[in-house]
């Protein structure tokens, strides 16, 4: 099990260019998260998907992010016109079936993006 | 929306000495709770998980304390090492389709010899 992966591991941008994230989930787990971390803000919720659908986008920046889950194998964060208030690590996480004691959610080694 | 306080922010203790972190959270339909630990860059690793209130042992030398009836959640190192430096989290969910994690702002844990 390789665990969840996420790339690139690292990503620099200038400022108002785009960066597009990935993720690929853990084989079998039924839905994928993301979260930001920020040493102010500490870790937020951005959105979820479960079996592809998304369920909850609360988190979100509304203007410049958007997330897609276009198969199951994978996962995207876009953020377009990148602010150096965006800079920050953004975590993806899976977690097993909906249901019983599967809540449990498992974190990739997260993309940590630098805004110039 | 769930507002999860933790307490310390920082704890220093030396190799043997018991280590408690606290978190309180707001929202009663929370059900499920989580401590993750986080090493010098690298990502969270789920430490331990608990779903109702009872206290679990996990065989790790740490223990976790649920009390719903006060809101609280702990986790108690019993016996810290060197190895148990990082940064530990609490992360609280209502479970279902509100199934987000509201994290806790972490205790950073440095444990000397």
């Known amino acids: 099990n390789a665990g969840v992966i996420q790339t690139p591991r690292h990503k620099v941008t200038g400022k108002g260019q785009e960066a597009t994230l990935w993720c690929e989930p853990i084989?079998?787990?039924?839905?994928v998260f993301w979260y930001r971390q920020t040493i102010v803000q500490g870790l937020e919720f951005l959105t979820y998907f479960r079996n592809q659908a998304p369920i909850d986008d609360s988190g979100m920046p509304k203007e410049r992010f958007s997330a897609q889950m276009p198969n199951q194998s994978h996962s995207t964060l876009k953020i377009q016109s990148t602010q150096p208030q965006d800079s920050a690590v953004y975590l993806c996480?899976?977690?097993?079936?909906?249901?019983?004691?599967?809540?449990?959610?498992?974190f990739g080694p997260g993309t940590r993006l630098t805004v110039l | 929306g769930e507002q999860v306080e933790q307490r310390p922010p920082h704890l220093s203790v030396r190799e043997g000495d018991s280590a408690v972190i606290t978190c309180t959270y707001t929202?009663?339909?929370?059900?499920?709770f989580f401590w993750y630990k986080q090493e010098p860059g690298a990502s969270l690793q789920l430490l331990m998980k608990?779903?109702?209130?009872?206290e679990i042992n996990e065989g790790q030398g740490f223990t976790v304390l649920l009390n719903k009836k006060d809101k609280r959640l702990s986790l108690n190192l019993t016996a810290a090492h060197p190895g148990d430096s990082a940064a530990y989290f609490c992360a609280v969910s209502a479970g279902g389709t509100g199934s987000k994690l509201s994290f806790g702002k972490g205790a950073k844990l440095t444990v000397s010899p």
């Open positions: 084989s079998g787990h039924s839905a």
């Open positions: 608990v779903f109702s209130s009872t």
């Open positions: 929202d009663p339909n929370s059900y499920y």
């Open positions: 996480a899976s977690s097993p079936k909906l249901g019983g004691d599967s809540y449990e959610q498992y």
